[in-house]
């Protein structure tokens, strides 16, 4: 089992950033997919990027790709979530997740946090 605290989360201007952090305990990190996924306001949970075990892989919404980038340090137990050129409509509550397949399928995801809300305003 793996515990998730996501972290950075706040309230930023329409073109700034936010560099989200995601800090994993339990059982070895570096065995998980880890993704990214966010809920805005009234809305559906909805998929952000995931990455692989190495961190060599990558994928992204296409509303994101270009300015979200994510990223993880094995050493750290630690995936991270880089936000540039924000937008009002990124407004949402972000969530990490932890499992064992490269999908954007949020059910394939074993374990959540409880989230950190980022708030852009225009």
């Known amino acids: 089992q793996v515990q998730l605290v996501e972290s950075g989360g706040g309230l930023v201007q329409a073109g700034g950033s936010l560099r989200l952090s995601c800090a994993a305990s339990?059982?070895?990190?570096?065995?998980?997919?880890m993704g990214w996924f966010r809920q805005p306001p009234g809305k559906a949970r909805e998929f952000v990027a995931h990455i692989s075990r190495s961190g060599g892989s990558t994928d992204y919404e296409a509303s994101m790709k270009g300015r979200f980038t994510i990223a993880r340090d094995n050493a750290k137990n630690t995936v991270y979530l880089q936000m540039n050129s924000l937008k009002p409509e990124d407004t949402a509550a972000y969530f990490c997740?932890?499992?064992?397949?490269?999908?954007?399928?949020?059910?394939?995801?074993?374990?959540w946090g409880q989230g950190t809300q980022v708030t852009v305003s225009s």
């Open positions: 997740a932890a499992g064992q397949k490269e999908t954007r399928w949020e059910t394939e995801y074993n374990y």
């Open positions: 339990g059982r070895a990190f570096s065995s998980y997919i």
